[in-house]
């Protein structure tokens, strides 16, 4: 087992956590709860750009992760959303970024966050 892949706090409380990698847990708290990802503290293995933009569009806090794309970097400055990672890389390893390949293609087509998320919640995870 890899452990926990993605963590959310707020105020200090454990929000929600998952064992599973990938874009579904991050979108079952974004569609399912969008009010545990408002201003909390998100905890990941791996941030992609579409990674980013579900999290954006949950307004996230502030974002943790070992490893980020430059690509997702730039999308959390430009919103002044508080980032910090232990490496920033132009492509996740395979470990970390297989799960989401499909939908880092998709992140690329669209042009904001928004049209991400409802080529997301059409196309389903």
């Known amino acids: 087992s890899q452990g926990l892949q993605i963590l959310v706090e707020g105020s200090g409380h454990l929000l929600y956590a998952s064992d ?4 579904g847990p991050i979108c079952d708290v974004t569609f399912k709860h969008p009010d545990l990802l408002d201003g909390s503290d998100v905890y990941l293995h791996g941030v992609d ?10 307004k996230v806090g502030r974002v943790f992760a070992k ?3 430059n690509e ?18 132009r492509k996740l390893p ?3 970024g297989a799960a989401n390949a499909k939908w880092e293609a998709a992140s690329h087509e669209a042009v904001t966050p928004l049209a991400f998320v409802e ?4 196309k389903g995870i």
């Open 20 to 23: 599973r990698a990938g874009l």
């Open 49 to 58: 750009l579409a990674t980013a933009y579900i999290l954006i569009f949950g």
């Open 67 to 69: 490893a980020m794309t």
């Open 72 to 89: 997702a970097k730039r999308a959390f400055k430009e919103l002044g959303i508080e980032i910090e990672a232990e490496a920033f890389v």
């Open 94 to 96: 395979d470990a970390l």
């Open 119 to 122: 080529a997301v919640k059409r």
